[in-house]
């Protein structure tokens, strides 16, 4: 997602005690009834699940006295319990916002069974589902689950690394429209006004994109690329203007399916809604802000980020937040490539030294590394998970090269497509196409709490036609860096000279036919780093 909205500080997540890993969820099917009388929601959820281990199974919703879920009933099933026979979990207790059924009891459960539960609930969300009016006044009602939200309002296994496919049935208001994952598998009018629909996911996801939103929508459909349809859903007083802006999708989504592979989904919505980030990236249904419209097409970057994010952080997912860069610097720095595809070079440099400078403010003041797994998870949306961890991926390119880089990209995708990934697997796929140990690399940008600062010093020696460079490393911990230097005679004319700094202090020496009138470190913006270069006269 992109953080835009100052609003997401006041969320409060918790790290702890959100998932288990003794259960594998298969599937998902949600009932759900909205009204406009109250803000209350009514829930039939279907859970079918795989037991990994013989032990207590729970699921994730969150319930309180005020605001929050009651549930009603839960039970859990195994297919070679008979109906009309008493099931064991019938009874369930809901504490500490998770539902659990102690049906593991039973001698007759095994470990490998796939099991349903059954559970129905009401209430009104406290969060993850915002049910409020938008930007014109019009009631609307969105999921915003990321990163462990969904549990406000369905319940489910609220970790990122439990992928499941996931169905909504949805009972509302005639004059709403539902948009979700997936396709959809009916669209009925139903007596006193109401109307039923029902979207259906195929692909297994994190439940951080499963998505519902229901509003007054004007829906236009932009066009297929590659067979899969595009289309902009937003709210009818912004009709012409959003139809404009969000048709850039279908340019994107061309470059990215070409850049990286297939499209993991089988539709890409992109949709105006009421979620307290700037985009979120549902998968096949991306939500962005009520402000991201103003018919003018300002929001390319955003739409190619969340666009990019279908991809990485939907298909291909972290295994934990601590990776979260493997979202969010993806989607920052691929978003980039596609500005750099569109409007040249120069436009990639800009953004790169833009971020550059955030990156080192921010790592200088709060010493972080970019796997973070000490830090909360809303403060996990930094400048390390999106800007430095673009521009690691910024700086593996430049070490191997634009097509050994787009290999490599491909490669991780199609390995991890559907699954959960490290660091280290992005490591690994990255050194096997390269043919490189790139260990010191990925633990000096990614686990260090720190970038390089260089002081560099030249001075030219007539008789020898030649500049005698030292850089020293001035930061805590060594790197080991290429870093390129820009040598400018009197004429105009600009050598690069590229050296390997693997020490703390390093000298090099440099033919130069001329004393250089000027010498620029990184005229290419191909290293994360600050410092000074200065002539020793
Ligand atoms: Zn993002």
Known sequence: MKRALLSIFFVVVCLAGYSQSNIDVLHYKYEIELNDKNDSIYGRAEIEFVLKERSDVYFDLIGNAKKGMQVTYATVRAKYWPFGMQEPGHYFEHTDNKISTPFTISSQVKKGDTLTARINYKGIPSDGLIIS??????RTFFSDNWPNRAHNWIPCNDDPADKATVEFIVTAPSHYQVISNGLLVE???LADNKKLTHW???VPLPTKVIALGVADFAVNYVGDVNCIPVSSWVFPE???D???DYAQAKEILALFINYIGPFPYKKLANVQSKTIF???ENAGAIFYSENSINGKRQEEDLLAHEIVHQWFGDMATEKSYAHLWLSEGFATYLSHVFLEEKYGVAKLDELMQADREDVIAFVKSTHKPVVDSVSQLMQLLNANSYKKGGWVLHMLRR?????LFKKAIRQYYASYAGSNAETKDLQKVFEKVSGKDLSAFFK??????ENPTLAITWKYDEIKKVANIEIKQLQKAEFQVPIELGFTSAKGKTIIQKLMVDSRMKSFTVPLTEKPVSVIADPKTSLLFEGTVKEIK
């Open 399 to 403: 070490e191997l090269g634009d097509s």
């Open 242 to 244: 959003g139809f404009y």
């Open 444 to 449: 000096q940008w990614l686990f260090t709490p």
């Open 238 to 240: 912004d009709r012409k």
């Open 133 to 138: 009016k938008n930007k014109f006044g019009q």
């Open 278 to 280: 700037g985009g979120m």
């Open 200 to 202: 259906k996911e195929d």
């Open 187 to 189: 669209e009925t009018n």
